[in-house]
């Protein structure tokens, strides 16, 4: 009997209730949520600072025409260095340039790019390639929409720093405007908000040395 009641006594006695979880507090939750909105406008707003490409580019303008030779970088890599050599007439009205790539072995004549409406340009050109000895033409038309889908801006920026040196920024930014759509009776949120999207990037950086002779 004695061995039964301390059994009994062992099952009746008290249990402990475990701690609850500490609640978060009103600091805690707003910081949270900043958090997040922070995270998505970072996401949805993305602009990149450093140039992809670096230009330097030396320019001597003789008797109405224009020789350029262009050295090209691929963003910091010095060893990655590409040169070129352009022709073509000074005005702003000329429609045709030579260019020459000896790294390439290329030598070709294209023209200008033509308007095709408010929205696409075209360009045509004939080239020799002297390493394959062969010669072909080529043609191609460009748009100010992206391929990503998204609308796209192409857009230079030329800083005169003194005359005869300019500084040409060359930028793109891909973007989505904001937009506010609901629904009722579709399951679907009554108010929903899209807080739209713009991915900047600078996509080159030229320096320009013009010598007027």
């Known amino acids: 009997m004695e061995e039964v009641r301390q059994l009994h006594g062992r099952s009746s006695a008290h249990v402990e209730p475990h701690p609850a979880a500490p609640q978060p507090t009103s600091q805690q939750s707003f910081d949270s949520m900043r958090s997040d909105l922070q995270r ?13 490409t ?12 224009q020789i350029g030779a262009n050295f090209e970088f691929n963003g ?10 352009v022709f073509k ?10 260019v020459c790539e000896p790294k390439h072995g290329d030598l070709r004549l294209l023209t200008k790019k033509i308007p095709i409406g408010p929205l696409f340009h075209l360009q045509m050109g004939i080239g020799h390639d002297f390493h394959s000895h062969s010669t072909g033409w080529k043609w191609k038309v460009t748009s100010a929409i992206g391929s990503s889908g998204l609308p796209e801006v192409h857009q230079k920026t030329t800083l005169p720093i003194f005359p005869g040196f300019d500084i040409a920024v060359g930028w793109t ?7 506010v759509h609901g629904a009722l009776n579709t399951g679907e949120p009554a108010v929903e908000m899209n807080l739209g999207r713009l991915h900047g990037s600078i ?11």
């Open 40 to 52: 998505k406008l970072q996401e949805l707003y993305r602009f990149e600072l450093m140039p992809k």
């Open 54 to 65: 670096f230009l330097v580019k030396f320019r001597q303008r003789v008797e109405g025409f």
């Open 76 to 85: 910091v890599q010095v060893n990655g260095c590409s040169t070129k050599f």
């Open 89 to 98: 007439p000074a005005t702003a009205s000329g429609m045709w340039k030579v």
């Open 173 to 179: 930014a891909h973007y989505e405007p904001p937009e």
């Open 203 to 213: 996509e080159r950086v030229a320096a320009i040395y013009t010598h007027v002779g």
